[in-house]
Each structure stands twice: as structure tokens, then as C-alpha cells.
């Protein structure tokens, strides 16, 4: 069953990144990269970790808009392109791993210069 799950994760990650590059005309979501997928084992609830190249809260909080505000769209989009029982409730949210690891990198480059 966790390997159906991760191939359904991994087909709906291609496809909402194929909505938001084609179909989204919101220039909040500009930028924003999807980094993963994490779906509930009976499939309905979706959540959808993106990053943004900004580390600018407010360009965050602005993509966290945009992506609140075409969620209807993209689940059905996602819907008509994956043959589903029933398509998955999407939530968006910020992967802050991305954030992690640069601040992980400035503190070795830190250290690295205090040697």
C-alpha cells in the first residue's frame, strides 16, 4: 500500500507543478517550487510543501495567499489528470528544510572562516 502512496505523491507533485508553470496566472506564485507531497494513507488529504528562493516573510506570506486562493483550481485540475476515487483536500504549506539547510551552510561557512 506505501509504495501505491508514494506513486500517487510523486504523480501529483509533477502535476500541480504542471498547473502552477501553465495554468496559474496568480504572479504571487511565481517562484514557488514544490518540494514534496505527504498523503494520508486512504488518500484524501494532500499537504503540499513549496519553497520560495525569497527568505522575505512577506513574499512568503504573499505565496502562501496565492497558492490558499488557487486551491480549488489546482484540486481540480489535479482531479481531470489523475484517474482518482475521490481527489485529495490539498493544504499548502511552507517546507522549511530549505531554510534549515542554508542556515546550517552559513553557520559551517562561519565557522569556517573563524579558523
Known amino acids: 500500500m506505501k509504495h501505491r502512496i508514494g506513486r500517487v505523491e510523486t504523480q501529483i507533485q509533477r502535476e500541480i507543478d504542471d498547473i502552477l508553470l501553465k495554468d496559474v496566472n ?3 506564485v511565481q517562484g514557488v517550487t ?18 520560495i528562493l525569497s527568505d522575505d516573510e512577506k513574499k512568503i506570506a504573499e505565496a502562501q ?18 484517474k482518482l476515487f475521490k481527489t485529495p483536500e490539498i493544504k499548502f504549506e511552507q517546507d522549511k528544510s530549505v531554510a534549515y539547510g542554508s542556515r546550517i551552510d552559513q553557520l559551517l561557512a562561519d565557522l569556517k572562516k573563524k579558523q
Open 34 to 51: 514544490i518540494t514534496g507531497i505527504n498523503l494520508t494513507g486512504d488518500l484524501q488529504e494532500a499537504t503540499v510543501y513549496f519553497s
Open 65 to 82: 495567499t496565492g497558492l490558499d486562493k488557487a486551491t480549488g483550481l489546482i484540486r481540480r485540475e489535479v482531479g481531470q489528470r489523475i
Open 26 to 28: 496568480d504572479p504571487r
